[in-house]
């Protein structure tokens, strides 16, 4: 019989269990019963978000799927509290690391552009909430997408109204070597923004708001194609929506930031099958 081909998703696993082994350490300490490894359990739990599914579902699912457990090296199927438990315990550090790791697999040019986008923290219905008079707070995203492969470089998430422009200078800061240009919105029009961009010999493209004529002449001097390109950022941000969902699943504000982180190492390694 004629060997059937790789799926999409035994390809994305593949490449999930490869980044996880360059990250993590095989065992989370000695005393480890050595039963999983962490890599088994970060391709699990990336498994989870991409298919934006509970601990169980996957688990179901998994039984179903001999391939993708021989490519995780499960002899055995692990319970929903392990892997609860292993998401607890590899920190926002480890999927950042995993993260950066994700968007090498993408040819960046080094043109970078920045938004922000909200994502709820709940999965309740709107007429629910409405009816019941409920106020679910969003998480606010601000992505770094570098725009030739829609690779997302870096990300910032926040439950409080911190500006834009009060979020953006700490994510330059981190990805210094990865941009050369950087497109924003006037959300971004700060003066502390403009300065780092300077001392580190940044293009910056980013609209001003038109407080006065000189201000306008400014906005008509900028490179209107390469600012076309921002809009590469709004699309990522779509993406992550329709594809993992406008949701996040956990309950705990640090679990909602590390399901973010992962479902954006998701997005690269989709992108480079």
Known sequence: MKALPKSQILRFTEKAIHLARRAVFRYSSKLSKHRYTLPQHVGQLCLKVRKNTTYRGLLDELIEMPRIRRVLGLAELPTPSTLCKAFNRLEMAVWRIILILSATLLPANGVVGIDASGFDRSHASKHYTKQ???TIQQLNVTLLVDTKVNAILDLHVTTTRKHDSQIAPSLIK??????????GDKGYDDQKIRRLARQHEVRLLIKHREFTSLHKAWKA?????????????????????????????????WKQFRELTIACLIYNVDRSL
Request: proline share 0%.
């Open 132 to 134: 019941a008079e409920l």
């Open 221 to 253: 001097r900028l490179d209107v194609d390469l600012y076309g390109q921002r809009g590469q950022s709004e699309t990522v941000n779509s993406t992550l929506k329709r594809k993992y969902g406008a949701f996040v699943r956990s309950r705990r504000w």
């Open 174 to 183: 981190r990805n210094l070597e990865s941009i050369d240009v950087l497109l």
